[in-house]
């Protein structure tokens, strides 16, 4: 089956606590990014990666890395979380980018307090 | 101003309903534009694309584009409950090069039996 899989689904922590949000992907497909759903905000990008080794921020980058070291794997970064950054956060893949169909994870919802 | 603009609602309709859904836009330069459903707690999935202007019809879903207008519509007839989610629109410049999706903040549809 195609699909996108994040984990963890829900994720409590603390402030300045590292924390990686893994994202995996089985369609080969180059691009990657990861998006924050805010409420009144909508989805907002963090980061993009237009193929292996290649990556560039988004609209909403600070407080957040990303790697892509295989096509599939693309996991978000969060080196010292802040309260700010409580959100629904979505990995999403296409086949390149600008495609109209992205495939979205099932989300993670981050509480740092 | 927000490249794109959604109604947040929430849009309450008796089951069997016609439902409007619309987004305004800015940028010129939009050419492919989709709807996306997202159900609570789980990813937006893509429901419809269109290019450039006019109409596109799946089942009951309708999709218009009014490049002149700026303007973008999801019609659903005989709504049901289980069309009970949020509708994202968004959109994308074109499927050369990079051209990354831009989203509305999504509507949030109830449909009651």
């Known amino acids: 089956e195609a699909q996108v899989t994040q984990n963890p689904r829900y994720l409590i922590t603390v402030t300045g606590k590292k924390l990686t949000v893994t994202c995996s992907q089985n369609?080969?497909?180059?691009?990657m990014s990861w998006y924050r759903q805010d409420p009144g905000l909508g989805l907002r990008q963090i980061y993009y990666?237009?193929?292996?080794?290649?990556?560039d921020k988004g609209d909403v980058p600070e407080g957040y890395k990303v790697s892509r070291k295989e096509k599939r794997n693309f996991p978000l970064i969060l080196e010292s979380p802040s309260p700010n950054q409580t959100s629904l956060y979505f990995c999403?893949?296409?086949?390149?980018?600008?495609?109209?169909?992205?495939?979205f994870g099932q989300g993670t919802r981050l509480t740092v307090v | 101003q927000k490249e794109v603009e959604q109604d947040p609602g929430p849009l309450s309709v008796p089951e069997g309903a016609i439902v409007s859904l619309n987004c305004t836009y800015s940028?010129?330069?939009?050419?492919?534009f989709m709807w996306y459903r997202q159900y609570s707690r789980k990813g937006p999935e893509l429901l419809m694309y269109?290019?450039?202007?006019g109409n596109k019809e799946d089942g009951r879903f309708t999709a218009q584009v009014d490049k002149s207008s700026k303007y973008i519509s999801l019609f659903i007839r005989d709504s049901q409950p289980s069309d009970s989610a949020t509708y994202l629109c968004?959109?994308?410049?074109?499927?050369?090069?990079?051209?990354?999706?831009?989203f509305g903040t999504g509507t949030r549809l109830l449909v009651s039996p």
């Open positions: 999403a893949s296409s086949l390149w980018t600008g495609d109209t169909e992205a495939f």
């Open positions: 968004a959109m994308s410049a074109g499927n050369t090069g990079f051209q990354k999706l831009v």
């Open positions: 940028n010129s330069a939009f050419q492919y």
């Open positions: 990666s237009m193929n292996v080794e290649v990556t």
């Open positions: 269109t290019y450039s202007s």
């Open positions: 369609m080969n497909h180059e691009y």
